[in-house]
T-cell receptor
């Protein structure tokens, strides 16, 4: 089946630093990738969507300068949380879909803790 | 706008009993419906989908879902629950606008007791 990986699975950083999270599709071409944020005991909140080689489209209320998304290839997307603050602590999940296919596949998630 | 409702925050069932997790949807256009499961501190795992065809869809781990167009429902079912089925379940529908993202329900926590 389609596999999506994320790295790292856990990250702890100091306030003010930047953190990069990688999302890779291992056995399919991810023409579209999605980044979600999930707070405890809540549903997923879509942050942004990107097509390979194009700029990401951010959901309303998501700061594009704070959450930098790069989808440079058909197998890799990165989310960089810039100048992280404690309120950015959350569970970040990426998802990928290939062109023409109906199903989105999700990565295992990255837990970010900003101290 | 597309939307999904999961009316139950939690469903409790005894091991070996049948389980149902409810989902209703609202969509413009053909409904593409999905069920995902999330275990603690993990991403979402795809269980099954309805695109077209038979209303009863079979998926992973013995789960199935029944698409009911007249009731706009897509309930998740399993004939015999396992303790290991305890997890958070999300129903989703495809939004046909823009990037065709998934619109998720709020999730239902399934607790299967021994």
């Amino acid at each position: 089946g389609a596999v999506v990986s994320q790295h790292p699975s856990w990250v702890i950083c100091k306030s003010g630093t930047s953190v990069k999270i990688e999302c890779r599709s291992l056995d399919f071409q991810a023409t579209t990738m999605f980044w979600y944020r999930q707070f405890p005991k809540q549903s997923l909140m879509l942050m942004a969507t990107s097509n390979e080689g194009s700029k990401a489209t951010y959901e309303q209320g998501v700061e594009k300068d704070k959450f930098l998304i790069n989808h440079a290839s058909l197998t890799l997307s990165t989310l960089t949380v810039t100048s992280a603050h404690p309120e950015d602590s959350s569970f970040y999940i990426c998802s990928a879909r290939t062109s023409g296919a109906p199903t989105q596949y999700f990565g295992p998630g990255t837990r970010l803790l900003v101290l | 706008a597309q939307s999904v409702a999961q009316p139950e925050d939690q469903v409790n069932v005894a091991e070996g009993n049948p389980l149902t997790v409810k989902c209703t949807y609202s969509v413009s256009g053909n409904p593409y419906l999905f069920w995902y499961v999330q275990y603690p501190n993990r991403g979402l795992q795809f269980l099954l989908k309805y695109i077209t065809g038979d209303n009863l869809v079979k998926g992973s781990y013995g789960f199935e879902a029944e698409f009911n167009k007249s009731q706009t429902s897509f309930h998740l079912k399993k004939p015999s629950a396992l303790v290991s089925d305890s997890a958070l379940y999300f129903c989703a529908v495809r939004d046909w606008t823009g990037f065709q993202k998934l619109v998720f329900g709020t999730g239902t926590r399934l607790l299967v007791s021994p």
